[in-house]
């Protein structure tokens, strides 16, 4: 257990991990930062909850792996009492405990190559900063963990017939992307005959369970994407992570295609790639097309939603009353692209609608 008082103004880090030597690693990541200050241990959920509760830090690192309370009973617990903005650093081998932990109110995660971090896993040490930098300038990220920590949590699921979707919807999301994506997920209504695309930056490990959780949690049927899928109504794909996904046509129906990376790919997946290919596709089969930009850094889809709004189709971006990182929509608005500018529970009333 370790316990200090930050200067004015910092945001208030609290690591829990049961390993005391992982806790030193992430602890070390902050140690000259001017913005952040760790100002608590903990090795399990009980001693962390204890801590938390007389802290009251502004961030959370939680392992979901500890002794006497894992960190899934943590979680429980802290959003029924203390909602916090919370990120799961966990191993590869424990993908589907992540989203379980997703859909509990943690807001993102980031993978460790084994339970052990080493002392040079520069990458890992990049993306714990990154995102708690991205959640520290959010105004947001804590209604955003409220609304996860209340929302319903289960309903059955049921698989549309395959046909020609209504409306063709591409998604571009990055930091804080999970979450919305569970949210709205959860809001579209049993029998939508919609077709969904994601393009979620995500690591390679984590997109298919990361879609198995979608398919659990909402009514249409959704899986990670592999070349040549046919995208009916009432399905979604995600795209593999460190890939990317265009959509096609075969005959009259709607096909997706997975590649890998090409000099023109800034970023992967690439939501530009998506967005651009759905306008061609979406005009030739005259199916009404929809791109929406959730919680991210960058700018992604920046490209691919000026496509959109040139074609004629309608392009969302989540606004910055709810967007963790209102990175990636922000740049859609300050380029002047035609756009509805929605919070978080909007969005998911246009997919109720759809």
Known sequence: MTISNPPKGKTRLFIIDDSSANRRVLSRI????PEVEVVGEAGDGEEALR????????IITLDLEMPRMDGFTFLRILMARQPTPTIVVSSFSQRENVFKALELGALDFVAKADRQISNDSQDLERQVRTKVHGFRRSSSALQIVRSIAAREKSHLVEKPTYVKPSHLV???ASTGGPSALLEIFSAIPRGSNIGIVVAQHMPDKFTRTFAERLDRKGTIRTREA????????????????RRC????????????????ETA????????????????????????PLIGVVLTGMGDDAVEGARAIANAGGRVIVE???TAVVYGMPREVVERKIKCDELPLPKIAE?????
């Not at 801590?51 to 502004?58: E, I, R």
């Not at 246009?350 to 759809?354: G, S």
């Open 30 to 33: 902050f140690e000259s930062d």
């Open 51 to 58: 801590l938390v509760a007389q802290l009251k830090p502004d």
């Open 170 to 172: 591409v998604i571009g």
């Open 226 to 241: 592999e070349s040549n899928d046919v995208l009916s109504a009432g399905t979604a794909y995600v795209c593999p992570g």
């Open 245 to 260: 996904i265009e959509i096609d046509t075969v005959a009259d129906e709607l096909r997706v295609r997975v590649r890998g």
């Open 264 to 287: 023109n790919d800034r970023y992967l997946p690439s939501a530009d790639a998506l967005f651009t290919s759905a306008v061609k596709v979406a005009a030739t089969l005259k199916i």
């Open 319 to 321: 606004s910055r009353e």
């Open 350 to 354: 246009v997919f109720a609608r759809l």
